[in-house]
């Protein structure tokens, strides 16, 4: 079985007890703390900086924080949350002007670099530079709000991306995020994907660990890729 992660969006937790909700979602089986930045320019919202990933890492957070960039430009952001202490950080190709460029730039301070790509955007953007990429992310939600209905052609496009990976024989990560849930997370898994973001299914349900433990139980039962 492919080791599958899950990385709880806190876009969905209470913002006004962050650290203790990160905590929380952690010790409730968490693996991954997903991480999404909005600038009111590249996505319709606004959310938090740098200073609040180095906030939870003063907090005591010492899993891995996924940052997920909705941002442009990119390279200051991405170089300011590597130094904040971001583990995993991604971007939308359009969002640069160079996206080779800033590729390099974060790995060279030591983290995993992802290309985010939008439902509609077509994945060849990743095509050349796959050997700089640790993860690829697929938006199965148009970006920018939490709470947002699964859009279901990522099915395929995840086919798709999953195929892309094997061909180019490197060990890269495929992550999905928006609208999944236990409902849905198992037909996510079969088409390929193995990190998987939520937000309001874990964040907005009484217990993350019944939530988290139902997604895994359902993780248990997919099938391989087709
Ligand atoms: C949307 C964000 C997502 C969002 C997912 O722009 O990138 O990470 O929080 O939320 P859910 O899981 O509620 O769709
Ligand atoms: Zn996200």
Redesign the pocket.
Known sequence: MPDFLIAP????ANFARLGAEVDTVLAAGADIV?F?V?DNHY?P?LTIGPMVCRALRHHGVTAPIDV?L?VTPVDELAIAFADAGASWISFHPEATHHVDRTLSLIRERGCKAGL?FNPATSLEAARYVMDKLDFILL????????????IPSTLLKLREARRMIEESGLPIRLEV?????AGNIRAVAEAGADTF????????APSYAEVITAMREQLALAAGPA
């Open positions: 969006s806190i876009l969905s997903h999404d909005m996505v919202n997920h909705m985010v938006m199965s939600v148009n970006p920018g709000f939490g709470g947002q209905k699964f995020d928006g609208g999944v849930g973001v939520a937000g309001s299914a874990i964040f907005g």
